[in-house]
């Protein structure tokens, strides 16, 4: 079984400081590890992913993540905060030797509150 | 572009009756995903369909249901309705390999009185 957690209920961030927010996974196989953003009434917005290469990924608006193999963690980060980044976002995860389906497992979600 | 649609936007529905959730995705994308999302948590896999095929099911009772059309518009159904499948249901779509990313709709807002 493949599961993912997400330690943090909120971050709270000052604008233009730098932000984490923090992943870890559990599969059996190799990891597809992926961000979303939801913002309120919304469905979900692709960040970024991680399928194999290079452990920084780079994604949309900014945001980066860094793939961890030995502390199976994928954390979300971004250099420089802006207000427009507040939201709930999701760590998502999905086992590459799963045998062809493709739903995702998610984390519970982190409130991120950038503080102007 | 089009994005994921999914109808009706809202709805409420009593006890133990029948619901008919409806999708439709990204023209080129073969494979739907569904999910359910509580209030405070993250969604949780329900149903994945490729190609009209069910790839993929979560653990889910079997009333929830799916199925896949020729032009890839895909319909969740649940039987039997209880006050806890009151929830967010979102549709994803994808081209169906495990490395891509999916797209989600704005979601049906299900509550059950």
């Known amino acids: 079984a493949q599961s993912v957690a997400q330690p943090e209920d909120q971050v709270n961030v000052a604008e233009g400081n730098p932000l984490t927010v923090k992943c870890t996974y559990s599969v059996s196989g190799n990891p597809y590890l992926f961000w979303y953003v939801q913002y309120p009434n919304r469905g979900l917005q692709f960040l970024l992913k991680?399928?194999?290469?290079?452990?920084l990924v780079k994604g949309s608006y900014g945001f980066e993540a860094e793939f961890n193999k030995s502390q199976t963690s994928f954390h979300l980060k971004k250099p420089s905060a802006l207000v427009s980044d507040s939201a709930l976002y999701f760590c998502?995860?999905?086992?590459?030797?799963?045998?062809?389906?493709?739903?995702?497992?998610f984390g519970k979600g982190t409130h991120l509150i950038i503080q102007p | 572009d089009a994005g994921v649609t999914q109808s009706p936007t809202h709805l409420i529905k009593t006890r133990g009756q029948h619901v008919t959730l409806r999708c439709s995705p990204i023209?080129?994308?073969?494979?739907v995903s569904w999910y359910q999302q509580v209030l405070g948590q993250g969604p949780q896999f329900i149903f994945q369909?490729?190609?009209?095929?069910?790839?993929g099911r979560g653990n889910f009772p079997d009333r929830f249901s799916a199925r896949q059309f020729p032009n890839y518009s895909s319909e969740l159904n649940v039987n039997a309705l209880l006050l806890g499948d009151s929830a967010l249901y979102l549709c994803?779509?994808?081209?169906?390999?495990?490395?891509?990313?999916?797209?989600f709709g704005p979601g049906t807002r299900l509550t059950v009185t």
């Open positions: 991680y399928i194999t290469g290079d452990n």
């Open positions: 998502a995860v999905r086992d590459g030797g799963g045998g062809g389906a493709d739903g995702l497992t």
């Open positions: 994803a779509s994808s081209l169906g390999n495990p490395a891509g990313e999916q797209y």
């Open positions: 369909y490729y190609e009209k095929e069910e790839r």
């Open positions: 023209s080129g994308h073969k494979s």
